[in-house]
């Protein structure tokens, strides 16, 4: 699993007006980027299609970490959004109220 994780290639986002320290931050993503696909994906095969919610109270990563790592599977090819019968994206409420997609392995 850990070749996999080796594939990807996270986003290092940073805008040219952020302070330095969100540039340093965003050049060590590939440190520790590939442990969080691993955990994501393995929470997503043990349990099932969940939204980023679910898969952060699974693993004990933050929300918006695994928000982010799951765009990145996903554009990778290796995660996907669940569709619903309509070919739209299959929601959840999250703890906050708001709707989250759905996400599974592929």
Not at 28 to 54: M, N, S, W
Not at 57 to 81: F, I, K, N, P, S
Request: with cysteine.
């Amino acid at each position: 699993m850990n070749q996999l994780a080796f594939d990807l290639e996270p986003r290092t986002l940073a805008r040219r007006s952020n302070p330095i320290t969100s540039h340093q931050a965003a050049a060590r993503v590939k440190d520790f980027a590939a442990g969080q696909y691993a955990t994501i994906l393995k929470v997503l095969r043990e349990h099932g299609p969940c939204t980023a919610h679910e898969v952060a109270t699974y693993c004990g990563l933050d929300y918006a970490q695994v928000g982010r790592r799951l765009g990145e599977l996903g554009a990778a090819g290796h995660a996907r959004v669940v569709l619903d019968g309509d070919g739209k994206a299959l929601t959840l409420m999250t703890p906050s109220g708001r709707s989250a997609r759905v996400w599974s392995c592929v």
